[in-house]
Protein backbone atom coordinates (compact mmCIF):
# COMPACT_ATOMS: atom_id res chain seq x y z
CA UNK A 1 0.00 0.00 0.00
CA UNK A 2 1.40 3.05 -0.98
CA UNK A 3 -1.47 5.56 -1.06
CA UNK A 4 -0.57 9.24 -0.87
CA UNK A 5 -2.72 11.95 0.64
CA UNK A 6 -2.39 15.81 0.83
CA UNK A 7 -2.46 14.69 4.67
CA UNK A 8 0.06 12.77 4.58
CA UNK A 9 3.59 14.41 6.05
CA UNK A 10 6.32 15.87 3.71
CA UNK A 11 9.13 16.41 6.37
CA UNK A 12 8.65 15.28 10.28
CA UNK A 13 11.60 16.67 12.68
CA UNK A 14 12.24 14.25 15.27
CA UNK A 15 13.91 15.89 18.69
CA UNK A 16 13.93 13.80 22.25
CA UNK A 17 13.82 16.67 24.02
CA UNK A 18 11.96 19.15 22.94
CA UNK A 19 9.32 17.19 20.75
CA UNK A 20 8.08 16.33 16.93
CA UNK A 21 7.28 18.94 14.13
CA UNK A 22 5.72 18.03 10.97
CA UNK A 23 5.25 19.50 7.82
CA UNK A 24 2.22 18.69 5.84
CA UNK A 25 1.46 17.72 2.28
CA UNK A 26 -1.25 20.52 2.42
CA UNK A 27 1.21 23.29 3.45
CA UNK A 28 -0.01 22.57 7.24
CA UNK A 29 2.56 22.98 10.28
CA UNK A 30 2.46 21.25 13.14
CA UNK A 31 4.36 21.28 16.35
CA UNK A 32 4.21 19.00 19.25
CA UNK A 33 5.73 20.22 22.52
CA UNK A 34 6.77 15.94 24.29
CA UNK A 35 4.11 16.82 27.06
CA UNK A 36 1.24 17.44 24.91
CA UNK A 37 2.15 13.97 22.64
CA UNK A 38 2.44 12.25 25.97
CA UNK A 39 -1.36 13.19 27.16
CA UNK A 40 -2.44 12.58 23.64
CA UNK A 41 -1.49 8.77 23.93
CA UNK A 42 -3.70 7.27 21.61
CA UNK A 43 -2.90 3.44 22.96
CA UNK A 44 -5.82 1.52 24.77
CA UNK A 45 -4.75 2.17 28.52
CA UNK A 46 -4.05 6.02 28.43
CA UNK A 47 -8.04 6.12 26.43
CA UNK A 48 -9.76 3.10 28.50
CA UNK A 49 -10.73 1.66 24.68
CA UNK A 50 -11.13 -1.89 26.79
CA UNK A 51 -13.63 0.14 28.91
CA UNK A 52 -11.19 0.54 31.64
CA UNK A 53 -10.47 3.74 33.14
CA UNK A 54 -8.64 6.22 31.29
CA UNK A 55 -5.10 6.43 32.29
CA UNK A 56 -4.09 9.86 30.78
CA UNK A 57 -1.48 12.17 31.89
CA UNK A 58 -1.58 16.04 32.47
CA UNK A 59 2.05 16.43 31.84
CA UNK A 60 1.00 19.42 28.98
CA UNK A 61 -1.26 20.81 32.21
CA UNK A 62 2.15 20.55 34.75
CA UNK A 63 4.05 22.57 31.95
CA UNK A 64 1.44 25.48 32.56
CA UNK A 65 3.14 25.71 36.27
CA UNK A 66 7.09 26.19 35.70
CA UNK A 67 7.27 25.32 39.64
CA UNK A 68 6.02 21.51 38.38
CA UNK A 69 8.65 20.94 35.70
CA UNK A 70 7.99 18.44 33.48
CA UNK A 71 10.55 15.83 33.38
CA UNK A 72 9.10 13.64 30.15
CA UNK A 73 11.17 12.54 27.75
CA UNK A 74 11.16 10.68 24.47
CA UNK A 75 13.79 7.64 25.13
CA UNK A 76 13.73 6.62 21.31
CA UNK A 77 11.39 7.19 18.64
CA UNK A 78 10.81 4.32 15.82
CA UNK A 79 8.78 4.27 12.69
CA UNK A 80 6.04 1.97 12.42
CA UNK A 81 5.64 1.15 8.97
CA UNK A 82 5.00 4.53 6.75
CA UNK A 83 2.08 5.81 8.15
CA UNK A 84 2.68 5.88 12.35
CA UNK A 85 5.55 6.15 14.85
CA UNK A 86 6.51 4.73 18.29
CA UNK A 87 7.27 6.59 20.98
CA UNK A 88 9.16 4.92 24.30
CA UNK A 89 8.73 7.39 27.22
CA UNK A 90 11.14 7.63 29.82
CA UNK A 91 8.26 7.29 31.92
CA UNK A 92 8.10 3.49 30.34
CA UNK A 93 4.97 4.25 28.66
CA UNK A 94 5.88 2.91 24.95
CA UNK A 95 2.58 1.21 23.70
CA UNK A 96 1.31 4.39 21.81
CA UNK A 97 1.34 4.00 18.37
CA UNK A 98 1.02 7.93 17.21
CA UNK A 99 -0.36 7.29 13.33
CA UNK A 100 0.06 10.16 11.42
CA UNK A 101 -3.68 10.70 11.30
CA UNK A 102 -3.99 10.71 14.74
CA UNK A 103 -1.42 13.30 14.88
CA UNK A 104 -3.17 15.79 12.29
CA UNK A 105 -6.11 15.00 14.44
CA UNK A 106 -4.56 16.70 17.91
CA UNK A 107 -2.51 19.59 15.95
CA UNK A 108 -2.48 21.83 18.56
CA UNK A 109 -1.99 24.85 16.73
CA UNK A 110 -4.41 27.57 17.19
CA UNK A 111 -6.58 27.06 14.04
CA UNK A 112 -6.70 23.52 14.33
CA UNK A 113 -7.61 23.91 18.24
CA UNK A 114 -10.68 26.31 17.29
CA UNK A 115 -12.09 23.87 14.75
CA UNK A 116 -12.25 21.25 16.97
CA UNK A 117 -13.96 23.18 19.57
CA UNK A 118 -16.37 23.61 16.85
CA UNK A 119 -16.68 20.35 15.53
CA UNK A 120 -15.65 17.95 18.50
CA UNK A 121 -13.67 14.72 17.45
CA UNK A 122 -16.56 11.59 17.68
ZN1 LIG B 1 -0.57 5.26 26.24
ZN1 LIG C 1 -2.94 22.73 12.91
Request: glycine residues 6%.
Amino acid sequence: MNVQTELDPEHIAISKSSGIKIDWRDGHHSDYTLAYLRDECPCATCTGAHGTQPQKTNYFKQELFPMYKPSIKMNSVEEVGQYAVRIHWNDGHSTGIYSFDHLRKICPCPVCRAKRETEPLA
